[in-house]
Structures are given as C-alpha cells and as structure tokens.
C-alpha cells in the first residue's frame, strides 16, 4: 500500500486516493476484457454457432443445441467459483484474477481457430463445448475477484459507487463484442460465415496482453493481508467453501436470489432476444446488434447513477427497486418488440436491458457485505455463479417456450416477470441482514453464525 492509506474507525485499512483511481481503473478495464471475451460468445452462439456446428439440424433444434452449449459455461461456473474461491481466500484475491484472465483469453482465442462441422464433424461442437467450459471456469472466479478486490481497498460508505465500477464492465464488454459483430456482419454472408466471424474471437489473444498487464499491476487487498497476518499467529482457518455453506447457507440463497436478474434478465434480453428477433420475427441482424448497442450504452448510463443512490439509500434498496420496476416492464418490452418497426424494438430492448440494468448497478455491494472475510471469496464467488448457472439456461428455456407457444412472446414475457421476482424478493430478504448503510457482518454483532443470520 502507498503511504497515503488510511484506516477508517473500522479498522479497516483502505486505499488512498491514488491507489484508488489505479484499483478502479484496472478493474474496470480488465473487467471489460474479460466480459468482452466471455460475450462474444453468446452473440456467436445466437448467429453462428447454430448454422456451422450444428448443421443437420432444423432452425429451431439448431438453435437449442447452440444455446445448450451456451448454458455449458454457466455449468461449469460454480465449479470455478469453488477453484478460485479457495485461491482467493487462501491464495490472494490478485493470483485468482491473474490465472482467470489467462484463462479466458486463450480460450476465447482458440474459439475463433475451431474448424467447423463440415470440416471434422462431431468433434467441432465438441471441443467447442469444452472451450466454453473453460470460459465458464474463469468467470466463476472473476466477478467476485474483481468486486472483492475492489471493495476491500475502498470505504464503506462509498461501496455503492465503488461496486458499480467493475459493473460497468459488463455493458463496455457488450459494446466492443456486439460492435466488434456489427462490423464484421457488414461483410457478405459468404465471407461473415467463412471467416469474418472469426475475428473478435482471435482478437481476445492481443487483448489477453493488455488485460494481464494490468492485472500485475494491482496490490493485493488489505484484507486479505491481515488475513495472511492472522493465519501466521493463529494457523489456517478452516476450508473457506465448507465453512461458507455451513455457517451461511441462507445467505447464499439470498445471494442467488438477488443476483438472478442481473445474469438470466441480461442474457434473456440480448443472447436470446437476438435469435428471437432474427429467427422468429424475421428482423435483420443488424437492427438486432444495434439495438444491443445502444442498450449497453443505457445500461452504462443506469449503473453508474444507481451506485451514486445506492450510496444515499442503500445497496439493497437499489436492488430492489430494480426488481419490482422490471416486473412491470417485462410484457411491454416484448410488445415493442413484436412490432417488427426498427425504432421500437431498438426502445423495447433499451428500455429492459436499462431496467434489469438498476439491481445489477449494486449487487455487488450487497452480496460482498452479507459475508466475513475469512470466506468471502468463496461464498460470493458460488452464490453469484450459482445464480449464473440458472441465468445460464435461460435462453435455452426461453427458446423452448417459444417454440412450444408457436412463436409467441408472452411465455418468454412471463419468464421475465419471474426472475425479476426472484431478484425483488432476494433484495428484500437481504435488507435487514445488512442493516445500516454501513454495516457488514465482519464490522458489527450481526456476524452471519447462523443460515439465517
């Protein structure tokens, strides 16, 4: 730490300044990478994947196996949570984010190099399933890094401007993956199917160098250097995961619960409504990646202003505001969709994606401060990404809804209203387990002993 570190009445030590503004930068930044990386993916995966891995198959079985190895990541998410939890807890919060940037970035990469069906068969989806399970292994232990690494540097009562920062990764790691497909969907189908999709992908292995660069920048938290501290006097405590699910199951639920629409909303309204929009309504893909664009801009927007409220009001309430407002905005958004009219489904994707956008802005705060430091790590990391592995097989579901509706959106519309529900609900169990603004259960008496506490 630099020498203009301070020590709040906590006795937490946090960053200064300028350590602060390097924290936030390099979070942020490699975040978008990362997101970047693990995004491109679920573009692909709704333009491409269905028609050059899956060839033999009709439209709608082809999309189904698209998206099922789409859901292969989420699957293999709480098993990297429970990897990198364990490093992070015991390892340092900045090794577990070293390993899970190299680990996207090669795998991304390779994504872009995979031969397709015609040209070896069965083995093209296969080793692209196992190239999206090491996606998902980095993802589950790179959010809770980033947040926890961020979080533990900063002060309490600016955690929810400071949670929002590594959110913003999410809607810049959109813009450049669905930008980076607009560009090379200007090409002729010919040449987009043969080669031009391959380039984002290929393009991760350049990014992988500025993302690791800047992850070797970053100190280790303070946290988990008095944790170091601690473990030297007293030994090691017990296995993190073990004593996360023992001592504070009912949080993790609620964890999971809060999480949900930041992860299955999102995906529901962009890798999903993407193959809806082109698939069932017949819209040009262009309008589609457009519109996810322009609400990755409005989600950027959303986050950081909810991370300022959040600082007044609360995290939670933030969260779960989110929640009830994209329960009443769920059917209008497909409404506007189904119009077919370009200027309207652009406004109806816009107008979910910044809605669901409002719990997303703070989860972080709200799930890091449920849990004590010693297990922090592994708790948040498996909470979130149990939340994934459900966000994960939305759009697979989603897709089976449609077809079992006959194309219609109202099943998808109700999908919608129920994961938005889970996150209201999760939010409010939350509130008054984190108290005051600015109490967590390392900081006062309400330290999570019990599944309920």
């Known amino acids: 730490m630099s020498s203009n570190s301070t020590t709040p009445p906590t006795g937490r030590t946090v960053a200064g300044a300028a350590d602060i503004k390097r924290l936030l930068s390099a979070a942020f930044i490699g975040t ?139 809607p810049v790691g959109t813009l450049l993956s669905s930008g980076a497909f607009a560009l090379v969907g200007l090409l002729p189908d010919d040449a987009f199917y043969a080669w031009g999709w391959r380039i984002p992908f290929l393009a991760a292995f350049g990014l992988l160098v500025f993302a690791l660069y800047l992850r070797l920048r970053i100190e280790e938290s303070p946290v988990f250097r008095a944790m170091i501290e601690d473990a030297e006097k007293n030994g090691p405590a017990p296995a993190p995961l073990v004593e996360a699910f023992r001592k504070t199951w009912g949080r993790m639920i609620i964890s999971v619960l809060a999480a949900f629409l930041g992860i299955g909303g999102f995906f529901l309204l962009t890798t999903f409504m993407i193959s809806y929009g082109t698939e069932q309504l017949g819209i040009a893909k262009s309008v589609m990646l457009n519109a996810t664009l322009l609400a990755a801009v409005a989600e950027m927007v959303v986050i950081y202003i909810g991370g300022r409220i959040a600082d007044r009001v609360g995290p939670w309430k933030v969260c779960a505001v989110g929640g009830v407002l994209s329960v009443l905005v769920a059917f209008p958004v497909f409404w506007l969709v189904d119009t077919g009219r370009t200027a309207l489904v652009i406004l109806g994707v816009t107008l979910g994606v910044a809605v669901i956008s409002i719990p997303y802005a703070t989860i972080g705060a709200v799930v890091t401060d449920l849990f004590p430091e010693t297990f922090r790590y592994s708790a948040v990391a498996m909470s979130y990404n149990l939340s994934g592995v459900l966000g994960g097989f939305v759009p697979l579901l989603a897709a089976w809804l449609t077809g079992v509706t006959d194309g219609a959106s109202w099943g998808v519309a109700l999908l919608l209203v129920l994961i938005a529900a889970c996150t209201a609900a999760g939010s409010f169990l939350a509130g008054p387990l984190l108290g005051s603004r600015s109490a967590t259960p390392s900081e006062n008496t309400s330290a999570p002993q019990k599944a309920t506490a």
Request: charged residues 10%; proline residues 4%.
């Open 32 to 170: 978008a990478l990362e997101w970047y990386d693990y995004f491109l993916y679920g573009t692909a995966a709704a333009l491409v994947f269905n028609k050059l891995f899956f060839p033999s198959l009709d439209a709608t079985t082809a999309t189904i196996a698209s998206f099922v190895t789409f859901a292969v990541g989420f699957a293999a998410r709480p098993i990297g949570a429970a990897i990198f939890g364990h490093i992070g807890d015991r390892y340092g919060r900045k090794a577990a984010l070293i390993i899970t940037v190299v680990m996207m970035g090669v795998a991304t990469g390779c994504i872009g190099l995979l031969p397709s069906y015609d040209t070896i068969g069965i083995w093209a989806p296969v080793l692209l399933a196992v190239l999206r399970f090491v996606q998902g292994i980095s993802v589950g232990g790179e959010w809770s890094g980033a947040m926890l690494l961020t979080l533990e540097h900063t002060p309490k009562e600016k955690h929810g401007t400071y949670s929002a920062v590594p959110q913003l990764g999410s």
